[in-house]
């Protein structure tokens, strides 16, 4: 693979691998709305964002971007904007209301009819199963922190297989299990809103274990599919030789909980013990369904976490406590620039993210980007248009670090850009904008971005080009 199409700085255009699979993604309730339409059951996501001052104005996911209603509309737009795949996921309470039980038959025909539909247009269909929408009824009796949910997960993924799988293709199991873990079960910050170690811990194991047991389903229902989990992963640094030990504590923490048992079919040694599931909760044999072979990892990836030690009995600008480690803290090193989430803008820590990940992968086993995006002052001009040079420039860098990680022997076969709408961003609400298409709520009025236009040269090209060219393009 060669570079060509130097400018007039020395900057080359990088051109992909032959068959990199370019794609957007998105998730059911952060999109859908109808959320009381054709026996949809209530998630836990709707008892969360109607609860006051769970989610910023009060914002919830009843309308979304009414994709439910707007669907064709909205693939169409996909074949405007040049996606080979969309990375879409299926409501469990709209195809099974209680979390177990009947099937709800219009809920499983709208995603078969997805499906169909993308096919019709060239598009590939990327399911995830599970991306945080928890039927209601399953967390009223201990939700992730009950084993059971793991194996309702399990009967919930045979439906879907069975319901639309004729298409193979790839399926994602879950989506972030540690976000759901940590911000669900321990810190409140998202649904169900527990502040509780101990479900925590066991929401960590039971969220793995229903990994395992949905591959295993799936396995045996689609042998041709291909079958992965997404992890949100960060490349974690020290600030100094001092602060190694302490970042080594919070990489075991934030990527190695679930990577390890994925991967390797074990916890992480220098996880802190509250933070592990206890040993009480691990079956025989639970291991070896998690850590079963999958087809392909994939890596959510937006920033990544600094690491410092320092007084944390005094408040510091830029500094958060790490929560039972005194005198550790994460931090922001001021000259790295930040998207309009208050999240670091790091391409580099991608790249590392791919290396270190790729050194322990089976082998055959592929890497997706399944998410990686920014949000950003998104408004539109007098002249009618979202001219977000921003998001252009965060995607120009993170795709260049991908390449690079390709040159390097990474096993890198495919990138979806976090999110192809604007839409519910959890506990933010409609505030932040993450995606390459302007949603104007109220109206429903769809209008891609800059930022669309720089992506679908991308796609259509195989490469990224030198960004300054790029950029003038769009100024």
Known sequence: MTA???????????????????????????????????GRGRSVWDTFSHTPGKVLRGDTGDIACDFYNRSDEDLDLLIALGVAAFR??????????????????????????????????????VLTLYHWDLPQSLEDLGGWANRDTAERFADF??????????FGGMWITVNEPQVVASHGYRTGEHAPG??????????????????????????????????????????????????????????????????DPVLQGRYPALAREHILPPASLIEDGDMELISAPIDFLGINYYSPVYVKLTDTSVPHADETPIAGLPGVATYMPIELPRTSMGWLSEPDGLYDTLIAVAADLPPGCKMYITENGCAAEDYVNPEG????????????????????????????????????????????????RFGL???????????????????????????????????????
């Open 4 to 38: 060509s199409n130097v400018n007039g700085s020395g900057e080359v255009a990088r051109p992909f691998p032959e068959g990199f699979l370019w794609g957007v993604a998105c998730s059911s309730y952060q999109i859908e709305g109808a959320v009381h339409a054709d």
């Open 88 to 125: 879409f996921s299926v409501a469990w309470p709209r195809i099974q209301p209680t979390g177990s039980g009947a099937v709800n038959q219009p809920g499983l025909d709208f995603y078969r009819s997805l499906v169909e539909r993308l096919l019709a247009r060239n598009i590939e269909p």
């Open 157 to 166: 993924t045979q439906i879907v297989a069975e319901g639309i799988g004729d």
């Open 194 to 259: 527990h502040t509780d170690d101990a479900l925590a811990a066991a929401a960590t194991h039971h969220l793995l274990l229903g990994h395992g047991l949905a591959l295993q389903r799936l396995r045996s229902a689609l042998p041709a599919a291909r079958v992965g989990i997404t992890l949100d992963l960060h490349a974690v640094r020290a600030q100094d030789a001092e602060a190694e030990a302490a970042a080594a504590v919070a990489e075991a923490e934030q990527n190695g909980l679930f990577l």
């Open 385 to 432: 248009s979202v001219e977000d040079v921003e998001r252009i420039e965060y995607l120009h860098g993170h795709l260049a670090a991908a390449w690079r990680a390709i040159q390097d022997g990474v096993p890198l076969a495919g990138y979806f850009y976090w999110s192809v709408y604007d839409n519910f961003e959890w506990g933010w609400g409609y505030q932040k």
């Open 437 to 475: 298409v302007f949603v104007e709520f109220e109206s429903q009025r769809r209008l891609p971005k800059r930022s669309a236009s720089f992506y679908q040269g991308v796609m259509s090209a195989n490469e990224l080009p030198p960004l300054d060219l790029q950029i003038a393009s769009t100024t």
